[in-house]
């Protein structure tokens, strides 16, 4: 775990991530990704496709445009339901986003509330603009879609997605087609979505610009269930904590078959399963630091009927946060568009006509990235980031011991043959030490050192970042073991 302080700079200085344009003072809710940022997150992306297109033979990656004309976005219900409550100062004119407004006074939160209901709290906890003082005027719903105006004239209103889900379902019925008319259809985009949050704030926690990874299945709800294997999970223990108990959260450890006697469908609960295997067995978080959240009606999205939050435990951010969710959205976004582009969508599979159901595995890819980098960096008596080795943006570093007699040479050579099968990285500068922990702090699990010994046939040392243990390994197989060490085949310890 890592305090905000840390993480950023960790980010900075190790080149993870940053503010956009900070050479002119930043620029709010926007940041860039530097070299090691960009291989952790298309890493962590590429482990969200395998995972999560591997659950069934019909579900797909595709991609679509991030400028979006108003009609699909009147006909989902963001051009008139896609909003924050806006509070803005009578007297110096700041903006604060009300429920914002309201937690960093109750240390509770507040979402789904009207701007009425905002009002009388403000009026009730006799709230002043945290800036100046003033008084605060009556509140209102902020859009936040960024609007654009496309062509020479810009009369054709458009905005920027502000979720990738909109793209899938505008290519549902041509995919459908093209994939033999088959139900669960998983169609997935990762990609870019813009939201002009009224505060963006905590790292990449609230952006204006930001990364989804997004698979919509396309599904027949009386038949789902018999496509997915329930009874293989019906005993695992998921974290949960219920909606009605949200003055005091406490995850319960229940065991799947819980979740579908209290009336979730089961469906659903075997994607909870599918989604904590992700966070706990892949990228190996602490199960503790692990919950999904239940949103009751007033908190959950306009268009979902179920809804639970994937939330993290992070120092950084001060507790469990966001960073995906599992949505039932229904027929809402089909139906919407069938409606105001009067097109049918409906599907005929099994004799049944029907317009597809959707249930939507939604997640953040900056906040998962930031999770990460706050959940596994380790600052003690060596700073250590320790990465799934699968998603370390460099699997090993490779080092002379000193930079004379022969040895740079031969570790350029062994760098070269290991550099076309890993992500490898060669090191001369400083000592071995300093380049040691260098590597630890990007969280390189292995390096490869040259010594006078390889020079003699007999080998070279290969270190493991976690227990900084040594052994001796034969250079014409070094790059097989490492191999074996990054596919989890073989354990550190048991190549002695
Ligand atoms: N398609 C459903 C959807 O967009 P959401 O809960 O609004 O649902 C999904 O967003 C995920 O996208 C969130 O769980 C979060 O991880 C990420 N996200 C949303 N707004 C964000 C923002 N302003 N900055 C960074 N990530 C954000």
Redesign the pocket.
């Given at each position: 775990m890592a305090s905000y302080d840390d993480v950023m700079s960790l980010s900075v200085r190790r080149g993870f991530l940053w503010p956009a344009a900070d050479l002119y003072g930043g620029f709010a809710g926007f940041y860039d990704y530097g070299h090691n940022g960009a291989l952790l997150r298309r890493r962590w992306e590429d482990l969200w496709i395998e995972t999560f297109l591997g659950l069934d033979e019909n579900y797909y990656l595709i991609d679509s445009t991030t400028i979006l004309p108003e009609a699909p976005l009147k006909a989902s219900g963001h051009v008139d339901h896609f909003s924050d409550v806006l509070v803005t100062c009578t007297k110096c004119g700041e903006s604060y986003r009300g429920d914002h407004l309201l937690e960093s006074v109750t240390h509770e939160e507040h979402e789904g509330l009207s701007p009425e209901d905002i009002d009388a709290k403000v009026r009730e906890l006799r709230i002043r603009c945290p800036r100046c003082k003033g008084e605060l005027g009556p509140s209102r719903p902020f859009n936040m879609m960024f609007p654009l105006g496309v062509g020479p004239t810009g009369k054709d209103r458009a905005y920027l997605r502000?979720?990738?889900?909109q793209g899938v379902y505008l290519n549902f019925k041509r995919e459908f087609e093209a994939l033999r008319r088959r139900l669960p259809l998983g169609l997935a985009i990762v990609g870019r979505?813009y939201?002009n949050?009224i505060s963006?704030r905590q790292g990449?926690?609230?952006?204006?610009e930001?990364l989804?990874a997004?698979l919509q299945i396309f599904m027949d709800p009386e038949t789902f269930a018999d496509r997915v294997d329930f009874a293989s999970v019906a005993d695992v223990a998921v974290r949960v904590c219920w909606a009605a108990e949200k003055s005091k959260p406490e995850a319960h450890d229940l065991p799947a078959k819980a979740l579908v006697e209290r009336g979730l469908p089961s469906w659903y609960v075997y994607h909870l399963v599918q989604v904590q295997r992700f966070y706990l067995d892949r990228l190996q978080l602490p199960r503790e630091r692990f919950r999904f959240a239940e949103l009751d009606e007033r908190e959950r999205?306009f268009y979902n009927r179920v809804h639970f939050?994937?939330q993290v435990d992070q120092e950084s951010l001060g507790g469990f946060k966001?960073?995906?969710?599992v949505?039932y959205r229904t027929d809402h976004d089909l139906s919407g568009h069938a409606s105001m582009s009067r097109e049918n969508l409906a599907v005929t599979v099994d004799g049944r006509k029907i317009v597809p159901h959707v249930l939507?595995l939604?997640?953040?890819v900056?906040?998962n990235v930031w999770a990460l980098l706050d959940l596994d960096f380790v600052k003690a008596d060596r700073s250590v980031l320790r990465l799934p080795p699968r998603l370390a943006p460099v699997a090993v570093g490779v080092f002379p011991l000193v930079n004379k007699d022969g040895l740079p040479e031969k570790a350029e050579s062994v760098h070269r043959e290991l550099r076309a099968r890993f992500a490898a990285f060669r090191d001369e500068s400083g000592s071995i030490g300093k380049r040691y922990a260098r590597m630890d702090e990007i969280g390189t699990p292995f390096c490869v050192t040259i010594d006078h010994p390889t020079l003699e046939g007999e080998g070279v040392t290969l270190r493991e970042r976690d227990t900084q243990k040594q052994v001796r390994v034969r250079e014409a197989d070094v790059a097989a073991t490492l191999d074996r060490l990054l596919r989890g085949e073989i354990r550190f310890d048991t190549i002695a």
């Open positions: 502000p979720e990738t889900a979505a939201r949050e963006p990449t926690y609230r952006m204006r930001f989804q997004e999205a939050d994937i966001e960073v995906g969710g949505h939507e939604s997640f953040g900056d906040r």
